[in-house]
């Protein structure tokens, strides 16, 4: 069942934007539920950023997914300690706040960049989507943040009033 926002035409246009025939979207096997957390994460952690902040937010969700100490799913590293009122991954999973999506426009290129990622293969990987150093973030904040955390990573760079963090690398 598609929510009122993921219909099939917005599929369709995700669809157009990745260039991907609806052969090569089935192969893709994106999973609707994992695209709609990456989504929704995207959306309410960066819509007001461009395109390529979106992306790089997206990623690092992408990049958790991958590392052993996070959940091995997109909706399980979304919503990580999401019953810690405050005190979860991605704040909008525990501020209390509504998580109603009201900006259309916005929740459409949320939809279409969770799409594009989750469908990324090496040649993608390759483009300058993100920036090469962005393929390796596990952290973000916005600038107007000091988190405790951001001293023990190595800052990779920004984007928008995002800057993003890494592991250190020895």
Not at 67 to 90: K, L, S
Not at 96 to 120: M, P
Not at 145 to 160: D, E, F, M, N, Q
Request: with cysteine; aromatic share 10%; proline share 2%.
């Amino acid at each position: 069942m598609l929510s009122k926002f993921c219909s099939t035409a917005s599929i369709a246009a995700v669809t157009a934007y990745l260039c991907l025939t609806p052969a090569h979207a089935d192969e893709a096997k994106i999973d609707k539920n994992e695209a709609k957390c990456l989504a929704t994460a995207i959306y309410f952690e960066a819509r007001g950023e461009s395109s390529k902040g979106q992306r790089g937010v997206g990623q690092v969700i992408l990049n958790r997914v991958e590392d052993p100490r996070y959940p091995d799913t997109v909706c399980g590293v979304v919503y990580q300690n999401a019953h810690r009122r405050n005190a979860c991954q991605f704040s909008f999973a525990c501020d209390g706040q509504s998580e109603a999506i009201t900006d259309r426009t916005s929740w459409k290129a949320a939809v279409a960049h969770s799409a594009e990622l989750l469908a990324c293969d090496e040649e993608c990987r390759a483009s300058d989507r993100i920036g090469a150093a962005f393929w390796s973030a596990t952290h973000y904040h916005a600038d107007y943040v000091s988190p405790r955390w951001a001293k023990k990573l190595k800052r990779i760079g920004t984007i928008g009033a995002h800057l993003f963090y890494a592991e250190h690398i020895s």
